[in-house]
């Protein structure tokens, strides 16, 4: 039986290329149009994993993403980076000079926000998906409008590219994490990264100690987020993600942030897509 992974969009998606290239071609994609909604299919076991942005080299982190993990009790067990190539396309026989309007996801959009000042006459319209414009394009036989989307999503759809590769920063790329319901068991040997979450009180130096106990453990900071506690006004959760040569040194940091943190939860540990 294929594996089910969700996924937010649908084929011809950056999520789609991110699931053929973690799991292969021998999958059952499980197309959601929000990520709140690929929550749902894993929590009601419509999906067995799923594949969720979580950070852009350009426009930053996917910050909704890091609630959605915590909140629903979801564990990371996996992660894959993407180099992100953004197309201008459109129905076949259409030019740049037909376009008024052109559709995509936010964070395309904004990624590829250089681009259009060239074209301030062209409307950018935010939609669910990059590939979703695409293929109602071609099934509505859209004039006059253009997705931003991956190369693969002409191919599907039988659209022409008008103008490749228009993010800003050529050198763009997106993080993926690949998450489940149930804790993956890796053997400690392969594990070399973890995704944690923990609070501090509003003693001055809180945050800088817990850093000193991550570095005194020899662990390597790749990233760490705020999020205010919506039910807590001025009081903020930190997502960190460390990295590390040993399992032991993480194990000896868990136990120490575990009582210098409040509500300290590991939100996963799997294996350094870039180690």
Known sequence: MSLRIAIQGIKGSNHHQVAKDYYGDDIELVECLSFDALVDQLANGSADKGIMAIENSIAGSIIPNYNLIYHNDLHVIGEHYLNIHHHLMVLKGQTIEDITEVRSHPMALLQCKEFFRKYPYIKLVEDVDTAEPAKRIQEEHLKHVAAVAPSVSAELYGLDIVAADIQTIKNNSTRFIIVKTKRKELPKEDINKASIRFL?????????????????CNLNLTKIQSLPIIESPWKYAFFVDVTFDGFEKFEKAKALLNIMSEDFKVLGEYKNARA
């Open 200 to 216: 501090t009180d509003h003693k001055r130096g809180s945050l800088a100690a817990i850093l000193n106990v991550m570095s005194d």
